[in-house]
């Protein structure tokens, strides 16, 4: 006699989609886009320093929110090339990154420092691209 067993059929877990935003989008006009790297491999909550042309570095970070922004990485304050590796979070809704050496908070979206209002980081327009993150340079 032969028994049968209904055992049941393992199914995929269903996928997550994060929703990715640029979170600075591009003033009009003409603009060199210089791919930074896929959004899979950026972290929520972290950032990466992308080398741009002519030396200059920028720092990108993708919120856990799936908002993109790009900023200076070069700290005014200190004079190093440390803001890729702060800490973000937000200021009374404001997306904010603050330096890992000196602690100052700067905002996402304008670059301005936000206890400073002297001092600012440049900031760069983003777009998503066939799943990779671009960098908007204004040209000459």
């Known amino acids: 006699m032969t028994t049968l067993v ?3 059929v393992p199914t ?3 996928t997550v989609r994060t929703l990715v935003r640029p979170g600075i989008l591009p003033a009009p006009g003409a603009r060199l886009w210089v791919a930074a790297c896929p959004v899979s491999r950026l972290v929520p909550g972290r950032g990466v320093a992308v080398l741009l042309p002519g030396g200059a ?3 990108l970070f993708l919120l856990p929110t ?11 304050y200190a004079g190093a090339a440390v803001i890729s590796r702060g800490l ?3 200021r009374a809704g404001e997306p904010t ?4 050496l000196l602690k100052q908070v700067f905002s996402l979206r304008t670059g301005a420092a936000l206890d400073d209002p002297e001092v600012s ?3 760069y327009a983003v777009r998503v691209q ?4 671009r960098i908007g340079l204004p040209l000459p």
């Open 6 to 8: 209904n055992t049941p």
């Open 12 to 14: 995929a877990a269903p």
């Open 57 to 59: 570095q920028a720092a």
């Open 66 to 76: 799936g908002m993109i922004y790009a900023v200076d990485n070069l700290d005014p």
């Open 88 to 90: 973000t979070g937000d």
């Open 97 to 100: 990154v603050a330096s890992p």
């Open 121 to 123: 980081l440049p900031t």
């Open 130 to 133: 066939h799943g990779e993150v």
